[in-house]
């Protein structure tokens, strides 16, 4: 069975690949594909469009054609974007620190379960966690690591 390739939008930027005993069949299937996802994926305000269906070769060859098209017209390229203000990677930190119940920082190198309980003999084990950004505008302290953790890679990648 061949395979089709349907373009299916308003400004053909969807295409579906088909595979169909012919082109109307083809084209047929990619319509109710794309009908029934059309709630999810597709901007339903606009009616839906569906394009002639072509062959591999047929696709490839109009692709290559209409980029020869494009390459004797006169074109104007985008602007740049500006480069965004930010400061270089790395220059802020936020490091987690495990805290015992008395305030005092627990040792990197004693191990606690996903609960805090301690696995090194002697520790009394970890009530919170916390991480403090060297921005010194950003803090937070959590019985659970995970959510510190979270929060710190939030913080790091949205704010700095």
Sequence with gaps: MPKFIVPVDVITVHVVPVLAPTA???KA?????VASDRRTWYDRTEPLCVGDAHT????????????????????????????KETTPVGRFR???TDHHADDTACPPEHRHTTSGKPLTPG???????????SCGEWSVKHAAKG???DARRQHLSTAH
Excluded: N
């Design 24 to 26: 109307d069949a083809a």
């Design 29 to 33: 299937e990619a319509e109710r594909i």
């Design 56 to 83: 591999e070769a047929e696709w490839d060859a109009h692709q290559e054609a209409s980029s020869r098209e494009d390459l004797g017209r006169m074109t104007v390229p985008f602007r740049a974007r500006p480069p």
């Design 94 to 96: 936020a490091p987690r």
């Design 123 to 133: 520790c009394p084990g970890r009530a919170y966690s916390k991480a403090e950004c």
């Design 147 to 149: 959510y510190v953790d």
